[in-house]
């Protein structure tokens, strides 16, 4: 009964991925209709109330709407919940485009130079050792995936760091956009440690508990970073 039910929940959870990037992927665009239940449940392959509730969760997400008499039809992204993790991962996975690129840094940019200001007046010890650790583990890293693995550990360890729940809420949701930006800055460098010195500032100005100059590394390193991706991006 147990194998059946995880079963059942995986399927379901397919088809949510399938039809979610198919959406954030460009597929269907805004305005088209899906096709009706029967149809999209054969092409499928898949039973009507499995395709029900993979529709919920889509609805859920702000992705699909259903009025009457025009069915199923795709909404407009800016009804989108962009923070969602599923939705990032679709999108980050559907190439992500110059611009989403751009809003990224801008959230990196309001986001993460209050958080440094904050584990940089808050931080205990055994949070500052966490985030060391994660400095070690970039210093140490032989592959980009190593380093793009230790690098989210960083940024994660510095917003537990600032002992805001809901600052350190916010990494399981933009976990994923984060993880992608790194690896997409890291890949387009000639060498993928080169942001190493700026998460080694940051370090120093939180174990100072220096708040102005931990912001200032911050910004410095976003910057840095979004130079580089525009560089590239113009070759």
């Known amino acids: 009964m147990a194998s059946k039910t995880g079963g059942a929940r995986n399927l379901h959870m397919q088809v949510v991925e399938d039809l979610g990037e198919s959406i954030v992927g460009g597929l269907f665009q805004p305005g088209d209709p899906l096709p009706g239940e029967a149809q ?47 939705v990032l991962s679709w999108r980050c996975a559907s190439m992500p485009t110059d611009d989403f690129v751009e809003k990224l840094v801008e959230m990196r940019e309001i986001v993460e130079p209050a958080a440094v200001m904050a584990a940089a007046r808050r931080r205990d010890q055994a949070q500052l050792e966490a985030i060391g650790e994660a400095l070690e583990a970039m210093e140490d890293a032989q592959t980009l995936d190593d380093w793009a693995a230790a690098d989210l550990r960083f940024h994660e360890a510095v917003l537990m760091a600032t002992n805001n729940e809901l600052l350190s809420s916010l990494f399981s949701v933009i976990e994923t956009a984060l993880g992608t930006f790194f690896v997409m800055s890291a890949r387009t460098a000639k060498n993928f440690k080169y942001s190493l010195p700026h998460h080694r500032a940051v370090y120093e100005a939180i174990r100072r508990r220096r708040p102005n100059e931990a912001a200032a590394a911050m910004h410095t390193m976003i910057a840095d970073s979004r130079a580089n991706m525009r560089k590239t991006r113009r070759r």
């Not at 709407?65 to 009804?79: A, H, I, N």
């Open 40 to 86: 999209l449940a054969g092409q499928m392959a898949i039973s009507r109330t499995v395709l029900r509730e993979a529709l919920k969760v889509l609805a859920a997400k702000g992705l699909i709407e259903t009025r009457q008499k025009t069915g199923m039809r795709v909404r407009d992204p800016r009804y989108w919940n962009h923070l969602d993790a599923h």
